[in-house]
């Protein structure tokens, strides 16, 4: 099984602020890796496929990037909607999920 | 439009069966490359994918509760149906069914609401 490693756990930041999320796989997983973002009481909301490819509907501030076993999610400037829990989730063997990052209002 | 909704008990006792119904609408799964697969959520911790069907009937379980889990489709009706037997207390999610592409995006990209289902005597 792929695991995936997501860090920070926690990132404390303020609306308008940069956020930088890391996912780490624990084998080569190419470009075969999606972001989600999921908020209280809500299903996961589909945001990057294939790495660096933005969803249908999903604004230009989120952009993503990485391949192999390293991969960067980022918000350019934090809008106040943008505070929930972020997933990573690989498609290369089977489907894990990495363990989320929380964005938090600093 | 594309809904998905879970539909199942919210309370299972333990070694019991549970059964689950996702019923969607706004696409079809007889159309070549789309999925519907489950995913669940204890509370407070991270997403699991334990099994998915496809359009052909592929069905693909996780290896970890393989043993457990039955998938089926009833495509007149749009929905899916999972079994999960021996139902434990770790149990104890949030179940959702997604819709999965074999195209782009390729990813679960329409979600149901969930359903919570707890496992207790």
């Known amino acids: 099984e792929i695991v995936l490693t997501q860090s920070p756990a926690t990132l404390s930041l303020s609306p308008g602020e940069r956020a930088t999320l890391s996912c780490r796989a624990s084998?080569?997983?190419?470009?075969?890796l999606a972001w989600y973002q999921q908020k209280p009481g809500q299903a996961p909301r589909l945001l990057i496929y294939?790495?660096?490819n933005r969803a249908t509907g999903i604004p230009a501030r989120f952009s993503g990037s990485g391949s192999g076993t390293d991969f960067t999610l980022t918000i350019s400037s934090l809008e106040p909607e943008d505070f929930a829990i972020y997933y990573c989730q690989q498609r290369s063997n089977w489907w894990t999920f990495g363990q989320g990052t929380k964005v938090e209002i600093k | 439009q594309i809904t998905l909704k879970e539909s199942g008990p919210t309370l299972v006792k333990p070694t019991q069966t549970l059964t689950l119904t996702c019923t969607f609408s706004g696409f079809s799964l007889s159309t070549s490359g789309v999925g519907v697969g489950w995913i669940r959520q204890p509370p407070g911790k991270a997403l699991e994918w334990f099994a998915l069907?496809?359009?052909?009937?592929?069905?693909r379980y996780s290896p970890s509760l393989k043993s457990r889990l039955t998938i089926t489709k009833d495509t007149s009706k749009n929905q899916v149906v999972l079994t999960m037997t021996n139902m434990d207390p770790v149990d104890t999610a949030t179940y959702y069914c997604?819709?999965?592409?074999?195209?782009?995006?390729?990813?679960?990209?329409?979600w149901g609401q969930g359903t919570l289902v707890t496992v207790s005597s």
């Open positions: 084998q080569n997983v190419n470009s075969y």
């Open positions: 069907i496809y359009w052909d009937d592929d069905k």
């Open positions: 294939d790495a660096s």
């Open positions: 997604a819709r999965r592409l074999t195209v782009v995006p390729y990813y679960f990209d329409y």
